[in-house]
T-cell receptor, first 116, second 112 residues
Framework: ETGVTQTPRHLVMGMTNKKSLKCEQH?????MYWYKQSAKKPLELMFV???????ENNSVPSRFSPECPNSSHLFLHLHTLQPEDSALYLC???????????????FGPGTRLTVL | LAKTTQPISMDSYEGQEVNITCSHN???????ITWYQQFPSQGPRFIIQ???TKVTNEVASLFIPADRKSSTLSLPRVSLSDTAVYYC?????????????FGTGTRLKVLA
């Protein structure tokens, strides 16, 4: 596969469940991102990783736990979510942020999450 | 930190030129301006990026005035397939790190 892939594409979970979202990029990038997109709201940047190190956490609740084992993979672990966490979760990647700031981000198709 | 503002929606007809403006009144001197296109159930896709003056590629032009407090995405001769949401993104350098600030998005509807 090419580009940025995300699995699953759709996820329905209860508030007591634990689930994980997976993102994989095949572009040789070193920066990866998690975004949340709620209905009729702008994209909200959640986390940024650069060379596997977390460089940004934009006040995201601890029920969202990111993991970046290598530059190609990014996970978002979910537990005890709330119905208001229902949204489209987008993963993106780009060139190294420190040496190429503002570089184009490549987005995956997203995971549509519904919390019951 | 730069904040971005865009019109919520726009309508246009096929073959017309569409201009979408984004306001970023307090943009810093080292901020880039990028535009993305998003179709339903898909992630955003890069269209164009600029820093100042005018940038043109095969799909769009980006106009940035000297004060850089706004930018205008120009789509020449739109077609029905250009119906999408368009976001401006400002990459703002804050404390040595670039932070990305997406606009609220402009929903463009192209009519036949």
């Amino acid at each position: 596969e090419t580009g940025v892939t995300q699995t699953p594409r759709h996820l329905v979970m209860g508030m007591t469940n634990k689930k994980s979202l997976k993102c994989e990029q095949h572009l040789g990038h070193n920066a990866m991102y998690w975004y949340k997109q709620s209905a009729k709201k702008p994209l909200e940047l959640m986390f940024v990783y650069n060379f596997k190190e977390q460089t940004e956490n934009n006040s995201v609740p601890s029920r969202f736990s990111p993991e970046c084992p290598n530059s190609s993979h990014l996970f978002l672990h979910l537990h005890t979510l709330q119905p208001e966490d229902s949204a489209l979760y987008l993963c993106a990647s780009s060139q190294d942020r420190s040496s190429q700031p503002g570089s184009e981000q490549f987005f995956g198709p997203g995971t549509r999450l519904t919390v019951l | 930190l730069a904040k971005t503002t865009q019109p919520i929606s726009m309508d246009s007809y096929e073959g017309q030129e569409v201009n979408i403006t984004c306001s970023h009144n307090n943009i810093a001197t080292n901020d880039y301006i990028t535009w993305y296109q998003q179709f339903p159930s898909q992630g955003p896709r890069f269209i164009i990026q600029g820093y100042k003056t005018k940038v043109t590629n095969e799909v769009a032009s980006l106009f940035i005035p000297a004060d850089r407090k706004s930018s205008t995405l120009s789509l020449p001769r739109v077609s029905l397939s250009d119906t999408a949401v368009y976001y401006c993104l400002v990459a703002a350098l804050t404390s040595g790190t670039y932070k990305y600030i997406f606009g609220t998005g402009t929903r463009l509807k192209v009519l036949a």
